[in-house]
């Protein structure tokens, strides 16, 4: 009999450790490129309430910090607000975006969809080492999509690469960088 209760036992164990959930994800893709973005450990909060979030994009290793928050009630809502920096290629980038969520289920699905509802708008720059460059602003409908999904540490091999290395210049050289109005040192 003890025979049979610990094989039911390791059985028993073996199923529960077989079926614990994945850790769950957000990803966030623009459908104008930039590779998908992955919110690791994120998951939608509940209603009315915000999460800090990190963001990492695999096709060209930036980061995004930022919030996720959901509507109070009715129409089911994810509000992203994030601010993303790269340096290969060197941009910036801030927006807050709307994006729908399930009706019944108050989530997100598990895929991208075509017909998620979104909407953003925000300020981006391209700018070359050391200098500056001015601000554009963008507002756009339904180019942001939004799922669950689970992060694959595997997509971000080879793509990370320090922001000296991509300008084939040793850290902390080249020219400050000058503002409009700022006198020469």
Request: charged share 10%.
């Amino acid at each position: 009999m003890l025979c049979k209760g610990l094989m039911l036992s390791a059985s028993l164990g073996l199923a529960l450790v077989s079926t614990a959930p994945a850790r769950a994800d957000i990803c966030f893709e623009y459908n104008s490129g930039g590779g998908v973005g992955y919110a690791v450990g994120a998951k939608v909060p509940a209603a009315n309430t915000c999460e800090r979030v990190t963001v990492v994009f695999s096709a060209y290793g930036a980061v995004a910090t930022g919030s996720i928050c959901t509507s109070p009630g009715g129409f089911p809502t994810l509000v992203y607000q994030y601010s993303l920096s790269a340096c290969t290629p060197p941009y910036f980038e801030s927006a807050t975006c709307h994006v729908e969520l399930n009706i019944g289920t108050q989530d997100l699905p598990s895929q991208p969809t075509g017909s998620q509802r979104s909407s953003c708008s925000g300020v981006s720059t391209h700018m070359p080492p050391g200098q500056y460059a001015p601000m554009s602003g963008f507002s756009n409908a339904d180019a942001l999509k939004a799922w669950n999904c689970t992060f694959d540490p595997n997509a971000l091999v080879g793509h990370f690469h320090t922001c000296h290395d991509f300008f084939g210049a040793s850290p902390r050289t080249g020219p400050t960088p000058q503002y409009p109005g700022q006198k020469s040192d």
